[in-house]
């Protein structure tokens, strides 16, 4: 997020160098209406989690990737800051990855996050073409951490 928020305010700063307040205006109202999209959906109570699926998944949405999240955890022993950085690589590849596919039916994301015991389990899997999994984690088909849980 802060490498977006650093683009964003740059942006921003050369609108206002260069005087020109109704672009300003139209970016600032721009990013209150994605903002307010994200922000209706709860995944899990954590709130903190939370928030990163709501940026991520409408980031994804704004880029024409179907996004499911099945998400059920509260609170967990880390740090912001070091759940930002994770959802942001595993969310930000994954979202790459699908802006590379040109066929509608192979942008998609699914995000599954829990937490057993101590632990925080987040499954990341999307539709990519170029990178070819090792097979040494493979799961069965249909089957997930969270089918447990849930």
């Known amino acids: 997020m802060r490498h977006d928020i650093r ?3 740059n942006h921003l700063w050369e609108l206002s160098v260069q005087g020109d307040n109704e672009a300003v205006k139209d970016y600032l109202s721009g990013i209150t209406v994605q903002v307010s999209h994200r922000e209706t959906e709860e995944y899990c109570k954590n709130e903190m989690i939370n928030g990163l699926l709501q940026y991520y998944a409408g980031m994804a949405a ?3 990737i179907s996004c499911r999240v099945r998400a059920k955890c ?3 022993a880390i ?3 070091d759940l930002t950085v994770l959802f942001g690589n595993l969310m ?4 790459h990855a699908c802006e590379q596919e040109e066929a509608e039916e192979s942008r998609w994301i ?3 996050v829990g937490v057993i015991g101590a632990s925080l389990l987040i499954q990341t899997e999307n539709y990519c ?3 070819y999994p090792s097979g040494k984690y493979c799961m069965e088909e249909g089957g997930s951490f969270l089918h447990r849980l849930m």
């Open 7 to 9: 683009h964003l305010l």
């Open 62 to 64: 704004d880029k024409g």
């Open 74 to 76: 509260g609170d967990v």
């Open 79 to 81: 740090a912001p800051a």
């Open 92 to 95: 930000e590849n994954a979202i």
């Open 110 to 112: 699914t995000v599954e």
């Open 129 to 131: 073409q170029t990178v």
